[in-house]
């Protein structure tokens, strides 16, 4: 099967049984969701909508968090990885937001990049779920489904170069949607060290299946 062909597949499969794939991250404005994403990075989406009621009732916006200090943010994140680090970014996460922002999240990927603690896959999640941007955010689910899948050849080795490509192939209406198809399509089928090809449903277009399927 020819790579425009897998992509075509993928789309009318998601289109038809999933049409509105979102986060499973808990947020009420763009605030929370920056703050849960920053959070989120090698941590469940379990265990960080366990912490964030707590912290944004705390927090309710970027002044407080920026009049805040790292021992009393750790205080509220200390269960989820690296909360030293985390608590730090928050801070400065805050104090940026107000400093520059006048307390609002920006749109651009280029603005939200200068936040503490967001790279590029934090700003993509962001500019897609929020401001509806064709952004295409890679995680480790999203690198490995789109390589499995055949989206995106194996010489795709980094975050950015997996990024290019999907965007360039996926219609711009889907990418922010595209983005979760293949998340929780890591998440829950597609696994990391098993992936459960025998549930699942897009195995006639999976590269990783034709190479392993058994043969009769």
């Not at 808990?26 to 959070?39: F, K, Q, W």
């Not at 964030?52 to 200390?78: G, N, Q």
Request: charged fraction near 20%.
């Amino acid at each position: 099967m020819q790579r425009k062909e897998r992509f075509q597949a993928f789309v009318d499969h998601f289109s038809s049984s999933f049409p509105e794939a979102e986060t499973e991250l808990h947020y009420s404005n763009p605030y929370e969701l920056l703050v849960a994403v920053v959070l989120s990075a090698q941590c469940t989406d379990k265990r960080i909508n366990q912490v964030t009621p707590a912290l944004f009732k705390r927090f309710p916006s970027p002044k407080e968090l920026a009049e805040s200090s790292v021992d009393e943010i750790f205080s509220y994140i200390r269960s989820v990885s690296y909360p030293n680090n985390k608590a730090k970014h928050l801070l400065g996460l805050g104090q940026k937001l107000i400093d520059s922002f006048h307390g609002e999240v920006p749109e651009s990927l280029d603005d939200l990049q200068t936040l503490p603690g967001v790279g590029r896959k934090t700003a993509n999640v962001i500019a897609s779920v929020i401001y509806n941007q064709p952004a295409m955010a890679v995680d480790t689910h999203v690198y490995r489904v789109s390589r499995r899948l055949g989206l995106v050849p194996q010489t795709a080795t980094t975050p950015l170069k997996v990024e290019q490509i999907l965007v360039k192939n996926l219609p711009n209406e889907v990418i922010a949607r595209a983005h979760h198809w293949l998340i929780l399509h890591g998440r829950y089928i597609c696994l990391a060290r098993k992936p459960m090809c025998s549930s699942c449903q897009i195995c006639h277009f999976c590269a990783y299946f034709e190479k392993n399927e058994p043969k009769a």
